[in-house]
């Protein structure tokens, strides 16, 4: 007796469509995991060297600069990074950048090929991303899911200082501390950003690959540090109805969300609830599109800055201070 066509094979459809998701992220975390090591950060102490912390770091170039997080070298002088293959080498540290939450490490030994890096540009709300770590030398601990938000402003407190870290990644894939300065992968392998748990664990959140933190990460290799001007805004990107899209000439702002205590955006007025439309008299639609005017060049020179508060439109003159540890 022949089968019928209109009766669909029990439970088929759902299997192939888990098979060719798990494909992915096995692939995906086949081909990053190697370049993904453990680090263990030390510091010199009263009786010599003395462990500070631990996170993960990704290999990028082909002679040993691994990327991390900046809290996870907070404090550190040296350290050691372990590979999935069992190798492992000493490393030194190179800079790092507060504001982004990135610092640059090399290896001693170039012993891995580097990861590929992509562009966190093309990244969509809903897409595929897989964070692989080494957290606590579990090698190649890998945890899929999907971008739930582009271009936030993420709080945090560091020291007895709060900062804020622009224009993060937050995703659904569920990380914890030992997974700092891991990988987020796009469907394709290539990183696309940088874990940080600096918030907390299980909360999903990345610093991106783009434009801006390749000219952080150019200048952590080169200098060690990154001048930058400090605003103080934590900010989300938010979309224009079409009212005021017109009525502004663009389609998205930032709405500030919070404004740091005392910070350049406090003292020149700014305040939360606030949509950020210009800068510099350019458009703000991103975190990135303002950070990318908060380089040494901007410190001390006053910023207009055009906000829409209670349905007008009011002028601000910031003046950004450099930014510290």
């Known amino acids: 007796m022949k089968e019928s066509p209109n009766v669909p094979q029990s439970g088929l459809g759902a299997e192939g469509a888990m098979d060719a998701y798990s494909r992915t992220v096995i692939a995906v975390a086949e081909e990053v995991a190697p370049h993904v090591a453990a680090v263990e950060m030390t510091g010199s102490g009263r009786n010599g060297s003395v462990r500070l912390g631990a996170g993960s770091a990704v290999v990028f170039t082909e002679d040993g600069y691994m990327l991390t997080n900046a809290h996870v070298v907070a404090g550190a002088s040296a350290g050691w990074a372990a590979f999935a293959d069992g190798t492992g080498t000493d490393i030194e540290i190179r800079g790092a950048d507060v504001l982004s939450d990135l610092a640059v490490i090399r290896g001693a030994s170039h012993l891995h090929a580097p990861a ?25 601990s890998v945890t899929a899911g999907v971008v739930s938000g582009l271009g936030r402003s993420m709080p945090t407190a560091l020291g007895r200082t709060r900062r804020v870290i622009e224009d993060v990644i937050q995703t659904d894939a569920a990380l914890n ?149």
Do not use: C, H, W
């Open 116 to 140: 590929r890096l992509g562009d966190a540009e093309g990244l969509r709300v809903g897409q595929l991303v897989i964070a692989v770590g080494n957290p606590l030398g579990l090698a190649g």
């Open 177 to 325: 501390p030992g997974s700092s300065g891991g990988a987020l992968a796009d469907a394709r392998g290539r990183v696309v950003g940088i874990n940080t748990a600096v918030a907390g664990a299980g909360l999903g959140l990345a610093v991106p690959i783009n434009a801006t933190t390749r000219r952080i990460i150019s200048a952590l290799m080169a200098d060690g540090r990154v001048r930058r001007a400090y605003l103080g805004l934590v900010s989300s990107p938010m979309a224009l109805n079409d009212t005021l899209a017109l009525r502004t000439g663009q389609r998205e702002g930032l709405r500030v969300a919070d404004v740091i205590a005392g910070s350049p955006a406090d003292r020149a007025g700014l305040k939360p609830g606030d949509l950020v439309l210009t800068a510099g008299q350019r458009p703000v639609s991103s975190a990135e599109s303002l950070q990318k005017q908060l380089f040494a060049e901007a410190i001390g020179i006053p910023l207009p800055v055009t906000v829409l508060r209670n349905g007008a439109m009011v002028d601000v003159i910031a003046v950004p201070v450099e930014m510290t540890e």
